[in-house]
Structures are given as structure tokens and as C-alpha cells.
């Protein structure tokens, strides 16, 4: 009788015991799920209003309406084409870095319309640039209508490539060095072949000295041995760029 008393209460206290742990795990998974999630939001908000004040300072108007997916729609007034689109070229690094802080997809579609033609068709298309980059699982990026069809081949690229970025021995090294060094000598390279090679505007862009981008470059060809008199070595290490900055994190 004491053997069997003291079996059940065994059983009892084991069972108790492990029910509590049973409830606190759950109790703690809840939590951390509640926390992941208002960090989360956070985070997203954060980014939105970050995004918002940097459009705004783009472009002589910008309204905006925040979704209820999370998404925000923006309406932006430019002067001229010549404003619009380095816009785009900044909106997509930009993204990049909010991406890569939060560890979460940021994806922009965009369509240009003339008033007093409708904004909806301009609306429909843009909407179908998000819906582009995200069936090709791009980490984050800018989609305008008018290159959906480069996008769309560059997300086949990338289904079938090996890896376009990891093959790439050159931006390797750039990228490994920046990481160590807090340097930032990929976005400059960035810019000065999305300038094709100009000197005189991507120290515009960057905002420095003509010759502060001259030793920068320097730096770089001494850093992977990158030719940029060869065509086909500046297109290699744009479309490596392209790869890094659209699918890897």
C-alpha cells in the first residue's frame, strides 16, 4: 500500500511537474512570438517613416497612403525625367541597407503617368512590379514598369545561375574588405559603374572630390584587379552587383 502511495504520488508530482514545464514552454513561446512580432512591426514602421522622409526630400511633392497589407502607396511630382531617375538608382541602394539592418524583404514597384491622364492603370502596373519581384524571391529592390522585362529575365538568371556573386572572385574581395574594414569601397563602385565610368558625376553622386574618388578608385583595382577599360569586365561585375543587391543578404 505505501509502495503504490508513493508510486501515485510520484506519478503525481511528475505530472504536475510536467505539466508546469509544458505550460511554461508555451507561456514562453507565446511571449517570444509576441515580441518577434511587435519588433517586427516595429521595425517596419521604423523603416516606412524612414523611407517616407527620404522621398519626400526627392521630390518637390510627395503624398503618401499607408495599406492595409503593411504597404504604403506614394504619389511623387518631378520636374523632369533627369530628376527621376537617379531617384530610382538611390531608392533601390537604399532598400538595400534598410534590408540588410532589419533582415526582412522590402520590394518597390513604380509607374510613371502625365496628368490629367487616370492613375490607375499606372497603379495596376506597379502593383504587377510586386508581384514580379516577389515570384522571383528577391531579398529586396525597385521594379519599374518600364524594365519588367529585364527583371523578369534576370530572375531566370538567377533560378539557373550557380552563383553569379560567390563566382565573382573580384567583389568578393571588395566585400570581405569593407566587412573588416568598415569601409564602403562597393558602393563606390557601385556608382561609378552605374555612371558608366564618369568621373566628374559619380563624385557628384557621392559627394566628394573628383580626386578623393580617383584614390578610391585606385584602391579598388588594387584591392581585386578590376580592369574598367574592359567592357566585359565592368559588365560582369554589374550583373554581380545586380545579384548581390537584389537576392543576397
Not at 5 to 26: F, I, L, N, Q, S
Not at 198 to 211: D, G, P
Not at 241 to 248: A, E, K, N, P, R
Request: aromatic share 12%; net charge negative; hydrophobic share 40%.
Amino acid at each position: 500500500a505505501a509502495r503504490a502511495t508513493e508510486t501515485y504520488e510520484a506519478a503525481e508530482t511528475t505530472g504536475a511537474a510536467k505539466a508546469t514545464e509544458t505550460y511554461e514552454a508555451a507561456e514562453a513561446s507565446e511571449t517570444a512570438k509576441a515580441t518577434e512580432t511587435y519588433e517586427a512591426a516595429e521595425a517596419s514602421e521604423t523603416s516606412m517613416a524612414r523611407l517616407r522622409s527620404w522621398l519626400s526630400v526627392q521630390a518637390p511633392y510627395c503624398s503618401h497612403e499607408l495599406l492595409e497589407d503593411g504597404g504604403a502607396l506614394f504619389l511623387l511630382s518631378f520636374r523632369c525625367e533627369a530628376d527621376y531617375r537617379p531617384m530610382l538608382y538611390e531608392l533601390n541602394i537604399l532598400l538595400h541597407f534598410i534590408s540588410e539592418q532589419n533582415n526582412r524583404n522590402y520590394y518597390v514597384g513604380v509607374e510613371r503617368f502625365l496628368p490629367p491622364e487616370s492613375p490607375e492603370p499606372a497603379l495596376e502596373h506597379a502593383a504587377e512590379c510586386l508581384e514580379l519581384l516577389g515570384s522571383i524571391r528577391a531579398r529586396r529592390g525597385v521594379c519599374s514598369y518600364e524594365n519588367l522585362t529585364f527583371v523578369r529575365m534576370f530572375g531566370l538568371l538567377h533560378q539557373n545561375e550557380h552563383s553569379i556573386v560567390l563566382d565573382n572572385q573580384a567583389l568578393q574581395l571588395l566585400l570581405n574588405y569593407d566587412r573588416r574594414n568598415q569601409t564602403n569601397y562597393v558602393h563606390t563602385l557601385r556608382a561609378y559603374l552605374a555612371d558608366n565610368c564618369n568621373i566628374s558625376r559619380t563624385a557628384e553622386r557621392l559627394f566628394i572630390h573628383r580626386h578623393t574618388l580617383m584614390k578610391r578608385l585606385a584602391k579598388i583595382h588594387e584591392l581585386c584587379s578590376i580592369d574598367f577599360g574592359d567592357y566585359y569586365a565592368r559588365l560582369y561585375m554589374s550583373l554581380a552587383l545586380l545579384f548581390h543587391d537584389y537576392f543576397s543578404y
